[in-house]
């Protein structure tokens, strides 16, 4: 992958970055989305983030190299700390890491999101919490997307800043608005293989010696909301 091939996942992701965004890509590693998406004409200025000083270099070599560095700025910071007020950020990508990660990143600097009207977060895993943050912070899912990608399944979701925002049922927060509605093939097998994990972690704590009582009706619980969804979207 590089900035003039992205991978399917951040090609999808770059196609939620509206045109004339002032974006600001946290967590941008290599800084190849917003190269991509500089180089095409969809943004007008973009902040490339990075916490880690090594990715931080490759971004800032890479910017060099394309001679975008007029147009993306590189900046080695923690989080939502990369954005500063005169950036004029009004679209945020965060992709590629841990659902808990991309909150904790979003909730400790909220106020940084002042003028940002689209998140297009991009959780490998933990979803739900990612849901449950917009739905706690003013932000409306506009848009999911569910890819499966070298062995792994991805989902991207999209927001947009909304005066009214639509309350998600526990089912909704779990599998996504939008998935649930969509019967996507690659959700339900994403959901085919998380039924067929919990049912074989049920197993094992249920074979325990002291059997833990709060996790089997947690897990229970969990079994029962994804085997009705399935049974919903194959129906
Ligand atoms: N966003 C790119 C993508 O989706 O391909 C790179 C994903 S890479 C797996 C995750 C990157 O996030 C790493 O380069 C890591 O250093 C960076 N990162 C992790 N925590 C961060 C934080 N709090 N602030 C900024 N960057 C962070």
Redo the contacts with the bound molecule.
């Keep these: 992958m590089d900035a003039d091939h992205l991978s399917e996942?951040?090609a999808t992701?770059a196609g939620y970055v509206p045109t004339g965004s002032r974006l600001a890509?946290?967590?941008?590693?290599h800084a190849?989305?917003p190269v991509n998406l500089a180089k095409r004409g969809v943004i007008i200025s973009g902040v490339a983030?990075?916490?880690?000083r090594g990715?931080f270099e490759n971004a800032r070599h890479e910017i060099d190299r394309e001679g975008l560095s007029d147009q993306i700025t590189a900046r080695l910071?923690?989080?939502l700390k990369?954005i500063e007020p005169g950036d004029q950020i009004d679209t945020v990508v965060i992709?590629?890491?841990g659902g808990a990660?991309i909150t904790q990143?979003l909730t400790q600097d909220f106020g940084r999101l002042e003028g940002v009207n689209r998140l297009v977060l991009?959780p490998n895993v933990g979803e739900m919490n990612v849901r449950q943050f917009l739905m706690d912070h003013g932000f409306s899912l506009v848009a999911e997307q569910i890819l499966a990608e070298d062995g792994h399944t991805y989902e991207i979701l999209v927001a947009d800043r909304q005066p009214v925002v639509h309350p998600y049922t526990a089912d909704e927060l779990r599998f996504g608005p939008f998935l649930l509605a969509e019967h996507n093939p690659i959700f339900i097998e994403k959901w085919r293989h998380e039924l067929a994990r919990s049912q074989a972690v049920l197993k094992q704590v249920r074979s325990a010696a002291v059997v833990p009582v709060d996790k089997v009706a947690a897990l229970e619980q969990a079994i029962a909301e994804i085997e009705e969804v399935l049974h919903r979207v194959s129906a």
Excluded at 25 to 29: A, K, L, P, R, W
Excluded at 49 to 52: A, I
């Design positions: 996942r951040l992701v890509d946290i967590g941008t590693d190849y989305l983030g990075e916490v880690v990715p910071a923690n989080g990369a992709a590629g890491m990660l990143i991009q």
